[in-house]
């Protein structure tokens, strides 16, 4: 553990996942498989055996990158790999929004390129790409700057999971499972019959830490993924009582909020806690949970914490983090202990 001014804080943030939640084996691998699946099921590219991405290559575009959504990171993947593709003309869109109707269109599309998996491994350097994002100012925002717009019709990320968005659909039925992907969404899974990968989170903090810091002071969480999934995930580890506020991807859509680098789901976490803080801090593990922090502090006091757990280029995200802002970096969540309670 590193840090160098003494923190005084009376509540504390967290960002639910990667800080709390290991998501190495579910979110991650959901990012992996996702990518390969919409290469190779919905645009029709030729398969492969092996995996396309690494669990290094998720990692390293999402703290490169300074991604905050794995959301966004799928399709920020995606758009580097088509955009590797020959121009693909846009045929007519079909009328009907529904996903069998929208998979014929991509397949369509992409019927007709002579192009597998194993040609776009053999070409791609995520790590290249990484710092391009982060130097257009990171995030998928990072990536359309970063990239040529080429194919940007062959992306078909946007609207209702269970209609239009295809990349969400195939991303919440290898999360979920067949079985709770229908009982959330009301539908059965048309790309996955298995369980999901939420099955495979653990914690990254130890389980005595949360009851002692809440003890000591009123803690929020903030996860930039739909309300039931943190519920669900909070609950499955017997978190949920430790959280006087948890701000959700539902809360940032109903306000017209943006997840972070904005500052406001961590104002409204704050705002949320009995009693009001007059100091907080925000924990987080890319440097757009920092510049979310610096932004905030403009409007309450607000001290950004950056956490190396996971990382595997420590020195290169501390550097990041120091860049952005951060006014004390841990080695691990488990830190705050010694940090806050002494």
């Known amino acids: 553990m590193s840090y160098r001014p003494r923190l005084t804080i009376d509540a504390l943030i967290f960002n639910g996942y990667d800080v709390l939640i290991d998501t190495r084996y579910s979110y991650r691998e959901v990012v992996r498989k996702t990518v390969q699946i919409y290469l190779e099921r919905a645009l029709g590219l030729a398969p492969s055996k092996e995996s396309l991405l690494s669990a290094d290559d998720v990692l390293c575009l999402q703290r490169a990158g300074n991604f905050t959504g794995y959301w966004d990171l799928t399709q920020a993947f995606i758009l580097y790999f088509i955009e590797m593709l020959p121009p693909v003309p846009a045929p007519t869109f079909p009328s009907k929004f529904h996903v069998p109707a929208l998979i014929a269109y991509l397949q369509l599309s992409g019927g007709n390129l002579r192009a597998g998996i194993d040609q776009l491994r053999a070409q791609c350097n995520v790590a290249e790409f990484a710092q391009k994002v982060a130097a257009a100012g990171g995030g998928l925002d990072g990536a359309h700057r970063a990239l040529p717009a080429e194919n940007r019709h062959l992306l078909v990320a946007d609207g209702d999971i269970t209609k239009t968005n295809i990349v969400g659909r195939i991303f919440q039925e290898l999360y979920l499972g067949a079985d709770l992907f229908e009982r959330v969404y009301g539908e059965p899974a048309v790309i996955v019959q298995s369980s999901g990968h939420s099955e495979h989170e653990s914690l990254v903090i130890a389980p005595d830490i949360l009851p002692q810091l809440?003890?000591?002071?009123?803690?929020?969480?903030?996860?930039?993924?739909?309300?039931?999934?943190?519920?669900?995930?909070?609950?499955?580890?017997?978190?949920?009582?430790?959280?006087?506020?948890?701000?959700?991807?539902?809360?940032?859509?109903?306000?017209?909020?943006?997840?972070?680098?904005?500052?406001?789901?961590?104002?409204?976490?704050?705002?949320?806690?009995?009693?009001?803080?007059?100091?907080?801090?925000?924990?987080?593990?890319?440097?757009?949970?920092?510049?979310?922090?610096?932004?905030?502090?403009?409007?309450?006091?607000?001290?950004?914490?950056?956490?190396?757990?996971?990382?595997?280029?420590?020195?290169?995200?501390?550097?990041?983090?120091e860049q952005h802002k951060a006014t004390i970096i841990l080695g691990h969540p488990n830190h705050l202990k010694e940090l806050i309670l002494g």
Request: aromatic share 6%.
């Open 214 to 321: 809440a003890a000591k002071m009123p803690l929020g969480v903030v996860a930039n993924r739909p309300r039931n999934e943190v519920e669900r995930t909070l609950n499955r580890h017997n978190l949920t009582q430790y959280f006087q506020s948890v701000i959700t991807w539902d809360e940032m859509v109903q306000a017209g909020a943006r997840p972070a680098p904005e500052p406001w789901s961590l104002l409204e976490a704050a705002r949320l806690l009995t009693p009001t803080p007059a100091r907080s801090a925000y924990v987080g593990v890319v440097p757009a949970d920092m510049q979310a922090a610096q932004a905030a502090n403009r409007s309450v006091p607000f001290t950004g914490i950056g956490c190396l757990h996971g990382a595997p280029d420590k020195e290169s995200l501390r550097a990041a983090l």
